[in-house]
């Protein structure tokens, strides 16, 4: 599929040397953007943008326009795959994402179906073929899927939830109809990424956004062990080269040393973790991602500077960190702000790289 002329990312997920820290934003294509807003309007619904290869092409590409990004990320949705897996999905205005029908039994579950990823999923693979075809080599793209347990909770629970009752009640009282769940969602994932992977995604990444949810024993039973399933599942080599995989748990600071264990090229952490310890437990093993608070792009520009050069100093020298945000950026953000941080990422990160 031709040459990669910035492979800076790839090079710092596997720990090779690179030039400057690479970077690229959770969520870049997003409602902060104009021109995002103006296709999300165009389409009339966001599953019709999900689901319509070219216009997640278009906006996938859109912050590529803007900033000098190291990377774009296939713009798509973790909850596809329960939708290909048979189950109704429902986005409305400013509520987000719901299944009127939610899992609570063992005939829920084992009516689910095992979704071909060229079939169900075609739409998806279609979005990668394009993107690669449109980045024309200039950066790699990434793709992703959520982990099985942050699927379940929404699968579960019929959409968000603040406490997680029929979840975390399944995982308690019914454990083993909670593993059968998991053990599902891990074999639909693990083909769902192995199908990006053959479409053109040069990089993978699990996002498990509710991990965090979990005590220390539960979060290795029921979020990590199908995570390393997973990554001991994917096809790693495409292009004649190693595919990085990235694992991130949103509150997952306290497991670092457990996800380097998984066999991933890369942990993202979040902004409660502090890089310098998080390099100090897990920097010898593997990449780290992250890791400035979201909410930093709401301060002027000579202070984003600051907590962006704050992040480079607390990993210090040398290859192996992706800077990004520690969560996806939020829809109020200006993008005059994320030009600053892209930036001072780039030129304060050279000194580093000597």
Request: net charge negative; with cysteine; hydrophobic share 40%.
């Amino acid at each position: 599929m031709g040459e990669l002329r910035n492979d800076r990312l790839l090079r710092a997920l596997l720990r090779e040397p690179v030039d400057r820290t690479p970077v690229w934003i959770m969520r870049q294509a997003g409602r902060y953007l104009p021109e995002y807003r103006e296709t999300r309007q165009r389409a009339g619904s966001f599953l019709t943008l999900c689901s319509t290869p070219e216009l997640a092409c278009e906006v996938t590409l859109q912050p590529l326009a803007r900033f000098p990004l190291d990377a774009a990320i296939l713009f798509s949705d973790i909850l596809t795959v329960p939708a290909a897996m048979g189950m109704e999905l429902k986005f409305t205005e400013g509520e987000g994402p719901s299944f009127p029908g939610p899992l609570r039994s063992a005939a829920d579950v084992e009516g689910l179906g095992s979704p071909d990823p060229e079939v169900e999923l075609r739409y998806v693979m279609d979005a990668v073929r394009l993107v690669r075809r449109e980045l024309d080599g200039a950066v790699p793209l990434i793709g992703f899927a959520g982990s099985p347990w942050t699927l379940a909770t929404y699968m579960i629970e019929g959409g968000s939830s603040s406490h997680y009752r029929f979840t975390k009640g399944m995982m308690f009282a019914e454990p083993r109809l909670m593993h059968r769940l998991l053990e599902r969602l891990a074999d639909s994932v693990c083909a769902y990424l192995n199908a990006q992977i053959r479409a053109g995604a040069q990089a993978v990444m699990l996002f498990d956004t509710w991990g965090g949810l979990l005590g220390a024993r539960d979060y290795e039973d029921f979020s990590l062990q199908y995570m390393t399933r997973i990554v001991a599942g994917l096809e790693r080599r495409a292009d004649e080269r190693q595919v990085p995989v990235t694992l991130f748990t949103k509150g997952g600071g306290a497991w670092l040393e457990q996800m380097a264990d998984s066999g991933c090229d890369a942990v993202g952490i979040d902004w409660t973790v502090d890089m310098g310890d998080a390099r100090r437990r897990i920097g010898h093993k593997v990449a780290i991602q992250g890791n400035l608070d979201p909410c930093a792009l709401y301060a002027p520009p000579e202070r984003i500077r600051e907590e962006v050069a704050g992040v480079l100093a607390g990993y210090g020298m040398g290859s192996g960190h992706v800077f990004n945000l520690g969560h996806g950026i939020q829809p109020f953000v200006d993008p005059a702000q994320l030009a600053v941080l892209v930036d001072a990422v780039h030129a304060l990160s050279e000194p580093y790289h000597q």
